[in-house]
C-alpha cells in the first residue's frame, strides 16, 4: 500500500467516524496536524521514553471477545500520550487532509525526495 491508498482508507475511518459530517475548514484541519506535533513535544517534556513495549499493546496473542479489550487497555496504558503514538497522530492527520483534498501525496512525496537531492546542503540555510 502506497501513501496515497493509506490516506484514502485513513480519510475513510475518519469519516466513519463522523468527522466530515459537514464541510471541513482547510485551516482547522491543518492545525490538527500541528496540535500533534505540539502534543509529541509534550510527550517529550515528560521526559517520554522512545523505547515503547510494542510487544505490550500487541493484540496478536489475544482470543475471543475480550481482545479488543485487552487491545485498548494495553494501548492506552502502554503507548498513548507517547512521542510514537504523537507522531503516528500527526500523520495520520496529514494523510487524512491529503485524501480529504484529494492530493496524490504518493507522487509529491517522490517529487519532493527527488527536489531534495538537488538541493544544497541543509537547503542553503544556516540549521
Not at 466513519?16 to 490538527?32: A, Q, V
Not at 517529487?111 to 540549521?127: A, C, D, I
Amino acid at each position: 500500500m502506497n501513501l496515497t491508498e493509506l490516506s484514502k482508507q485513513i480519510h475513510e475511518t475518519a469519516k466513519s467516524k463522523g468527522f466530515y459530517e459537514k464541510e471541513r475548514n482547510f485551516g482547522e484541519l491543518l492545525m490538527l496536524c500541528v496540535t500533534e506535533l505540539a502534543e509529541a513535544m509534550q510527550a517529550d517534556r515528560k521526559c517520554d521514553s522512545l523505547e515503547i513495549p510494542m510487544a505490550a499493546a500487541s493484540s496478536e496473542a489475544c482470543t475471543g471477545n475480550d481482545c479488543p479489550n485487552l487491545f485498548r487497555a494495553k494501548y492506552e496504558s502502554h503507548i498513548k500520550d507517547t512521542i510514537p503514538q504523537e507522531l503516528a497522530g500527526a500523520i495520520i492527520r496529514i494523510l487524512d487532509l491529503c485524501a480529504y483534498l484529494d492530493i496524490d501525496i504518493q507522487k509529491f512525496v517522490e517529487l519532493e525526495m527527488r527536489y531534495n537531492k538537488l538541493r544544497p546542503p541543509k537547503h542553503g540555510q544556516k540549521y
